[in-house]
Nanobody, 125 residues
């Protein structure tokens, strides 16, 4: 099972940017589809973005399309989420997740078997 550790969260003003990183352990990262999810207080965990193993398929939630960019560096076993034009509705704990080996860029919570501990993102108005 892939072990995942997120970093890069913090407090930012509306309109600002943050870059989240997720470092994966193990030699199979390059074979896994990966995803970012988020969970705000009192709400269910929701899909943000995903990326297939080659990086050529990157679906996004409508709420972040055009503002967030998911990417990966397979040589560094690292997944990224560049977040621009942040607004208070983006405030949540952000989770990195690993999907099945050789799977596509899925968007459901059940499609991902390994999860990080989460990193808090807070956007002030």
């Amino acid at each position: 099972q892939v072990q995942l550790v997120e970093s890069g969260g913090g407090l930012v003003q509306a309109g600002g940017s943050l870059r989240l990183s997720c470092i994966a352990s193990g030699p199979t990262f390059r074979n896994n589809a990966m995803g970012w999810f988020r969970q705000a207080p009192g709400k269910e965990r929701e899909f943000v973005a995903a990326i297939n193993r080659r990086g050529d398929s990157t679906p996004y939630a409508d709420s972040v399309k055009g503002r967030f960019t998911i990417s990966r560096d397979n040589a560094k076993n690292t997944l990224y989420l560049q977040m621009n034009s942040l607004n208070p509705d983006d405030t949540a704990v952000y989770y990195c997740a690993a999907g099945a080996p050789y799977g596509g860029a899925a968007m459901g919570v059940a499609d991902f078997g390994s999860w990080g501990q989460g990193t808090q993102v807070t956007v002030s108005s």
